[in-house]
């Protein structure tokens, strides 16, 4: 049972959006303004947060997200304008399929960066403002390669798995304080990043239908919003499995790929 507070209406809502120049993020941030909210957007390519159509009065916020500063003036941007804030939505990520006899220093210290250093950086921003404010929410985007190990993710994965945990323990401390905390794991989606793996991805969706499945779980009040439920499901009974089975069945997996 969840305590976060269902969302009756987008209209006004305040989100802002942190990776939202493609993929998942730029088409919450689509739907979101179709349904009445107000929309801001973030990610390093300003470019690109221009081309996605949002309506006047959305606010563009190029920053990058490794930078504390960028976020402390971008927040302070958000409240400026609106005088708050009701949920932000943490959509920023890397990803590089990596085995382990392809592990590089470099790639795994910039996966640990974006993934996992850079989100810590923004909750140390934005939590003190909705502490202060007593309400409002935070949604994460993790992914269900965390809920285990596997093939491809050795930098990726852990990264996601960190996440989730991070996640329930936010819950744990918000919640009783009326501040909603949302886990959002998506199986496979057809952005950039997926497009590198080098395997062939079920119940592939794209990033429209993720927008959809995860406003829909927002507007429930869910903690963990997690998608298509055809294949997460699958991967949640997976992970009740021993380590010996589940490793058996992925190797399998991989070496009929």
Known sequence: ???????????????????????????????????????????????????????DGSLMLPMDALRAEQWQQSLGRVVAAWGGIDLVLICHADYQPTRAWELQREVAQRMVDINLGSVYTGLATVLPQLLAQQCGGIGMIASVAGYFGMPNALTYAPMKAALINL????????????????????????????????????????????AQAILHGLQCGKFEIHFPKRFTWLMQLLRLLPFSWRSYLLQRRVNHA
Do not use: H, K
Not at 3 to 25: E, F, H, K, T, Y
Not at 40 to 54: H, I, N, T
Not at 179 to 188: A, D, E, K, R, S
């Open 167 to 210: 996640a329930e323990n936010l819950y744990l401390d918000l919640a009783p304080r009326g501040l909603g905390v949302y886990l959002i794991c998506p199986g496979f989606v057809d952005t950039r990043l997926t497009r590198s793996n080098p395997f062939s991805m079920p119940a592939l969706q794209t990033p429209a239908q993720a």
């Open 1 to 55: 049972m969840s305590m976060n507070r269902p969302i009756s209406s987008w209209q006004g809502r305040r989100v802002w959006l942190v990776g939202a120049s493609s993929g998942i993020g730029a088409a919450c941030a689509q739907l979101l303004a179709q349904q009445g909210a107000r929309v801001a957007v973030s990610a390093r390519r300003a470019e690109a947060l221009a081309q996605l159509g949002l309506p």
